[in-house]
């Protein structure tokens, strides 16, 4: 396999995964702006949607989007337990992966863009505030998610890593900010970050 990415975006998340899972990949850098890949590739050939995450497979296809990406690579070794494989819990984990893709995730990548207007990113940091109680809620005094490890971790993890660079005041979720703290540790991600030149 071999995942496209952009170092810190979204395609961290199955970065993290291939590593916590052991999958053997490759990894190619792409430049969004210039939609090329480090190689001199032209990444709308690769996916035409235009930005990362892309997965290429064994066979030649092209899976993209982090909450479907998440759910292939964990179905690759079930017996890690990154998502359940089956049942109401395998759901419960998917809703709270599209919930950190659609309610989270989405407006945060918003406050980037520079020609937001004031007004706007008032709002979007009012709906993010909104949205960040809910999973707060959701956590509660738990170390994860839903208890233990899962693929919506690695997520909001990745996520939450935005807030300094949009300038997004974390300090109201000390509990989301101490989750991100065990996140960072796990030796998985460490190896993620460190190949993408975060750490």
Not at 23 to 31: A, R
Not at 99 to 115: A, C, D, Q, R, V
Not at 168 to 196: H, I, K, N
Request: charge should be negative; hydrophobic fraction near 45%; charged fraction near 20%.
């Amino acid at each position: 396999m071999k995942l496209y990415f952009a170092p810190g975006a979204c395609s961290l998340v199955p970065h993290i995964l291939l590593e916590e899972l052991n999958l053997t990949h490759e990894l190619e850098q792409v430049d969004l702006k210039a939609k090329l890949t480090k190689s001199g590739a032209d990444f709308l050939a690769i996916n035409s949607k235009g930005y990362v995450p892309a997965l290429a497979l064994d066979n030649g296809h092209v899976l993209t989007e982090v909450s479907v990406l998440a759910q292939y690579l964990c179905d690759q070794r079930p017996e890690a337990g990154l998502i359940p494989a089956s049942g109401e819990a395998r759901y419960q984990l998917l809703s709270l992966l599209v919930y950190i893709s659609t309610e989270i995730h989405k407006p945060m990548g918003s406050l980037f863009n520079p020609n937001a207007s004031e007004d706007a990113r008032k709002a979007t940091q009012a709906l993010l505030t909104r949205r960040l109680n809910w999973i707060a809620a959701e956590l509660g005094d738990k170390n994860y998610l839903t208890g233990s490890y899962s693929a919506a971790d690695a997520y909001l993890f990745t996520v939450l890593n935005w807030a300094r660079l949009v300038h997004f005041d974390m300090t109201p979720w000390s509990t989301l900010q101490a989750l991100g703290a065990r996140v960072v540790q796990r030796p998985a991600v460490q190896r993620a970050m460190q190949a993408e030149g975060l750490l």
